[in-house]
């Protein structure tokens, strides 16, 4: 069983930085994507950030050139650096691995982790 374990949310003041982390245990082989999506109050989930296996990255505009995503595969982590946040992006944040690949075991599967919170204060 493959499981996804969120940290490193908080309060933050807007104009601060904050670093979320998200580790994958379980027989895994390999990852091919790995991210996080985002659930404010009253909103439908959004994707913020995607990076592949071999670092290739996409972002939600509105976080562009304030988030950074990042990733160890040899951990099979995932991070997001955020800087400069603002009040709007106060939200659960989620981490989600696609394309996994586990030892011993055909097909592949899609994991999301618990949620972490994050409020930006202003």
């Known amino acids: 069983q493959v499981q996804l374990v969120e940290s490193g949310g908080g309060l933050v003041q807007a104009g601060g930085s904050l670093r979320l982390s998200c580790a994958a245990s379980?027989?895994?082989?390999?990852?091919?994507?790995m991210g996080w999506y985002r659930q404010a109050p009253g909103k439908q989930r959004e994707l913020v950030a995607g990076i592949s296996s071999g670092g290739s990255t996409n972002y939600a505009d509105s976080v562009k050139g304030r988030f950074t995503i990042s990733r160890d595969n040899a951990k099979n982590a995932v991070y997001l650096q955020m800087t400069s946040p603002k009040p709007e992006d106060t939200a659960v944040y989620y981490c989600f691995a696609d394309g996994i690949a586990v030892r011993d075991s055909v097909g592949f599967l899609e994991v999301w982790g618990q949620g972490t919170l994050v409020t930006v204060s202003s």
């Open positions: 379980g027989n895994i082989y390999s990852i091919n994507v």
